[in-house]
């Protein structure tokens, strides 16, 4: 019997082949189109728009109220002192900042459809 070496398997060598083949089709592949009509994907992004909207207002809200959240009574502890509030603050205003991007983004598709 004849010994195989790892490196010069037959196996490795026809699958390095049809990787190298694979890759080589991809920049040739078209890109994926959506399969409704112009006026259904404009109803779409107005309604994404939308919804992007309402979260942007519902996240913009909460990070006020967490942030002007205090006790008036001088033996009570204040929300801002705990790690785990700000913690949450912070992820609802970066999330609330990135919505105001996507907003923008769905403003620009809708204006070039």
Same mark, same amino acid.
């Given at each position: 019997?004849?010994?195989?070496?790892?490196?010069?398997?037959?196996?490795?060598?026809?699958?390095?082949?049809?990787?190298?083949?694979?890759?080589?089709?991809?920049?040739?592949?078209?890109?994926?189109?959506?399969?409704?009509?112009?006026?259904?994907?404009?109803?779409?992004?107005?309604?994404?728009?939308? =919804?992007? &909207?309402?979260? /942007?207002?519902?996240? +913009?809200? %909460?990070?006020?109220?967490? #942030?002007?959240? !205090?006790?008036?009574?001088?033996?009570?502890?204040?929300? =801002?002192? &705990?790690?785990? /509030?700000?913690?949450? +603050?912070? %992820?609802?205003?970066?999330? #609330?900042?990135? !919505?105001?991007?996507?907003?923008?983004?769905?403003?620009?598709?809708?204006?070039?459809?």
């Amino acid at each position: 019997m004849e010994k195989r070496s790892r490196r010069g398997d037959s196996g490795t060598t026809a699958r390095r082949e049809k990787a190298r083949r694979t890759i080589a089709l991809l920049p040739h592949r078209k890109m994926a189109r959506p399969k409704c009509l112009p006026a259904e994907l404009r109803h779409l992004n107005i309604l994404i728009l939308i =919804l992007r &909207f309402a979260s /942007f207002c519902f996240l +913009l809200v %909460a990070a006020v109220f967490m #942030a002007s959240n !205090s006790s008036r009574s001088h033996d009570s502890h204040s929300w =801002l002192h &705990f790690p785990t /509030f700000r913690y949450v +603050l912070a %992820a609802n205003s970066i999330v #609330a900042i990135y !919505s105001l991007f996507e907003i923008r983004a769905a403003v620009r598709e809708i204006l070039k459809s």
